[in-house]
């Protein structure tokens, strides 16, 4: 999720090769109806597929496959012209990223290899679908380096340990301490809604039932939980729209390309093209970005940004909620999936506009509300600073591995670190193992932190309170070039 901002106002019709993907698009990076089974199998031979523009410019091999250079591979490298790498075969998915249940994410690796990425977000049953995409063979792939064949051999070890099952004990347990959450605060509000202190008890109360609804809705929607992407998107629905009140599909189009390129910045026009820190005109988190303001209007405003960054997060779930609405209505007037979004929305304002204003005078009812948004929005968006913000912001190409990794800090694990964050605190492990369940994030900690040290990237681990100084003087002094 983006951390407080509103999308900027940067034009990014020029950001090839990635094509335009912060426009809509529905889906989650993980495609398929089973996990947690060897990503790394080999795959059969598939017959040649003839897609692209340019395939006059290819040679064929006797048996029949296009012969396809590493040079030739990067002319295909836009949404429309799409070409790819898996295990040293190359894919042509020009245009099928309005089919991709991932979206148009996909486009974010257009003439590149993308073995890793795919192996980490799919499943075995995904590997026979790309049969119906296949050019031909890599005829001069770069060896695999020692860090990402160091990674492979790291996943393939927790999936032969099983790590990539999820318990549903335990999700049925978070569900259920969730909803006594809710409880609670109905409790509270209901009985003594007359006194101040269970006035802000319930508020605070609610605002944590709607935070922990988002880690939750998170876990599904990353099909961590179900073999069936149906069921854990189905579940992503209904925690994340009815409960929490935000559009499923909004926060997946989000997030889906926040994975694909964590921090990461246009080569050319220094963009934002992680939409998690694409804040400006208000907070900019690079001097590169700096580049992208329009005038010394906009640079003031970011001379503040530190002061005021705190304030901003109180605001944050208002944002994201009419950011919400807006992405679900739009949806609706294309697609029939935007009409369950709507009503899904429509619920969860209909359960908590009338618990509030059932018990409490206009006034009262409108403070309410506002308490309640401005406190959830920091309980989510203190989460989300600690994750990323103040981390490597980059515009040079990065292999999967260390793209994840610099840009991505954990903060230290503990009972209340874990519950309050919902695991995110697992941040680096979530990042390279996406589909693993919370439940076992801590499990391969000390396994990911061998990975780092042995290939020497900095795996940054901290506290809370130390994390949170850090993203105040990366703005600080990002804040002094403005």
Not at 137 to 152: E, G, N
Not at 377 to 388: D, E, P, R, Y
């Amino acid at each position: 999720m983006c951390i407080v901002c509103p999308p900027s106002t940067t034009d990014r019709s020029s950001l090839a090769p990635v094509g335009n993907i912060d426009q809509t698009f529905r889906g989650n990076l993980v495609t398929t109806d089973a996990v947690a089974t060897s990503s790394y199998a080999q795959q059969d031979s598939v017959p040649l597929r003839n897609r692209s523009r340019s395939d006059g410019a290819l040679a064929a091999s006797p048996n029949g496959d296009q012969q396809v250079t590493s040079a030739q591979l990067a002319q295909h490298s836009t949404e429309d012209d799409c070409w790819l790498v898996v295990k040293g075969k190359v894919y042509d998915v020009s245009g099928w990223s309005a089919q991709h249940p991932g979206g148009r994410v996909i486009a974010t690796y257009a003439g590149k290899d993308a073995t890793d990425v795919f192996a980490c977000f799919h499943a075995a049953t995904s590997w026979a679908q790309l049969k119906q995409f296949y050019v031909g063979k890599l005829v001069d792939p770069q060896p695999v380096p020692p860090l990402l064949a160091d990674f492979r051999k790291l996943r393939s070890q927790m999936q032969q340990q099983g790590l990539f099952r999820c318990s549903k004990g335990y999700y049925i347990f978070k569900l259920a301490s969730n909803f006594f959450l809710l409880g609670s605060a109905i409790a509270v509000f209901a009985l003594w809604n007359d006194s101040l202190w269970a006035y802000t008890l319930s508020a605070c109360l609610i605002s944590l039932f709607w935070q922990q609804s988002g880690w939750l809705a998170h876990d599904f929607l990353h099909h961590q939980v179900f073999r069936s992407r149906r069921t854990n998107d189905l579940m992503g629905l209904l925690i994340g729209s009815v409960c929490l009140g935000f559009s499923a599909d909004w926060w997946k189009t989000k997030h889906n390309t926040h994975h694909a390129a964590p921090n990461e910045l246009d080569h050319d026009c220094k963009a934002a093209l992680d939409p998690d820190i694409d804040t400006l005109p208000l907070i900019a988190w690079s001097v590169e970005m700096l580049e992208t303001l329009p005038n010394a209007s906009h640079r003031m405003l970011v001379r503040a940004q530190h002061y005021f960054f705190f304030p901003i997060l109180l605001f944050a779930r208002l944002s994201w909620c009419q950011q919400s609405v807006a992405h679900a209505y739009t949806l609706s007037k294309s697609q029939k999936h935007g009409w369950d979004e709507m009503l899904c929305l429509i619920v969860h304002y209909t359960w908590y506009l009338g618990l509030v204003f059932s018990h409490l005078s206009l006034g009262k009812g409108l403070l309410f509300v506002l308490m309640t948004q401005m406190i959830c929005g920091f309980f989510l968006s203190i989460v989300f600073v600690q994750s990323h913000n103040g981390m490597e912001v980059y515009s040079t190409e990065k292999d999967f591995v260390t793209a994840q990794v610099v840009s991505t800090r954990d903060i230290v694990s503990g009972v209340w670190n874990d519950w309050f964050t919902g695991g995110l605190n697992y941040q680096i492990e979530h990042h390279l193992f996406p589909t693993l369940p919370r439940h076992n994030l801590g499990k391969i900690q000390s396994r990911v932190q061998q990975l780092c040290e042995k290939h020497g990237l900095l795996y940054e681990r901290c506290g809370m309170a130390v994390g949170t100084v850090r993203v105040l003087q990366r703005l600080a002094h990002v804040a002094s070039f403005a």
